[in-house]
């Protein structure tokens, strides 16, 4: 399977140096270095080539290299737009991933809600967040940007007497506009799995 997609992420590559866009590194954006572009994704140093992409000083699976070069190949000089957030749901043909969605990206952080909590400062440090918009609701809530022009808005419940925790993952308005759908299905299941690697730091 590795293979496989090795072989994805590789003719991705080839489609974009094959005609390379003379506003690549504006519309990414990041910085030119000859045939390198380099941009923070998922809080790490990406580096792409014609031969590969690389993230971070760690081996990562190949699920980041597809992701990383289909938002190169939807690289366009609209800007992210933050507000309204929408859901994954409102997304057009996400049908057939929202459950999986829900299980990957939001119940993934049900039971570290409380470690969370603790380490916000630090998951929008690492991965260039802030604060969520005024009236998000949600017992805390913070924005993260996995991807330069898509942001995650993650919206935290926690438990109570009545309630067990609970938690949201919002998208800014426009990100499908820099993403297939199942591509914005996976940005959030690895977002989340992001989080709790911090939070084990």
Avoid: W
């Amino acid at each position: 399977m590795t293979d496989n997609y090795t072989k994805i992420v590789q003719n991705n590559l080839n489609q974009i140096y094959d005609n390379l866009p003379k506003d690549l590194a504006k519309n990414l954006p990041g910085e030119q270095d000859g045939e390198k572009f380099i941009f923070d994704a998922f809080g790490e140093k990406c580096l792409i080539e014609p031969g590969r992409i690389s993230l971070g000083e760690k081996e990562h699976s190949s699920v980041f290299g597809i992701l990383i070069s289909l938002y190169i190949l939807n690289a366009c000089p609209d800007i992210c737009i933050l507000a309204p957030l929408k859901a994954f749901k409102e997304f057009p043909d996400s049908m057939p991933y929202v459950g999986a969605f829900a299980t990957h990206t939001e119940q993934l952080l049900v039971p570290h809600v409380a470690k969370i909590k603790k380490a916000v400062g630090t998951i929008t440090k690492t991965l260039k967040g802030g604060k969520a918009p005024d009236g998000t609701g949600g017992d805390f809530s913070f924005i993260v940007y996995p991807l330069p022009k898509i942001a995650l808005c993650y919206i935290f419940y926690e438990a109570d007497d009545d309630f067990p925790a609970s938690v949201t993952c919002l998208y800014s308005n426009n990100a499908r506009l820099f993403l297939p759908v199942d591509g914005l299905a996976d940005v959030g299941e690895y977002s989340s799995r992001k989080i709790l690697k911090l939070i084990e730091e």
